[in-house]
């Protein structure tokens, strides 16, 4: 089951003239398509709190918090879905663009071992996003 978020969806690499902070390319081409931003229950489990959940996703739409280094950095295609990650203080925060232009929202690690594996278990991911 995923949790729909009401979250702001306007695109804020429109309306700059320079890039968003720390945003990388691949993500400004595919801002403007995005129309919804997801969250999955284990995305809300490894965080323990709804709100820090929240706050996640609205700065990673607004692109533009300069806590984060290695924001919507591209990981990989994994049948058509594009997995992007974010960092923040230590926390791998893991994210992909689905087939309907929703954002989901999969995973946060504070382990970096842990993300690591995580991302070498494509059936997993793939799981994880049509089933949550």
Known sequence: MKITLD??????????????????????????LIKAAVVTK?????????E?????VNEVLECANIDYYELHKFEENIKGYLIFRAKKKGTHIVYCLDKEMQLVFLRAFKNYKEYVKFLEDKKEIIKLISHD
Not at 52 to 56: L, M, N, S
């Open 42 to 50: 284990r995305f809300m489990k490894d965080l323990k709190n709804e």
């Open 52 to 56: 820090e959940a929240k706050t996640i």
């Open 7 to 32: 979250a702001k969806m306007e695109n804020p690499c429109a309306t700059k003239k320079e890039h968003c902070i720390n945003c990388h390319s691949q993500f400004m081409n595919i801002r403007p």
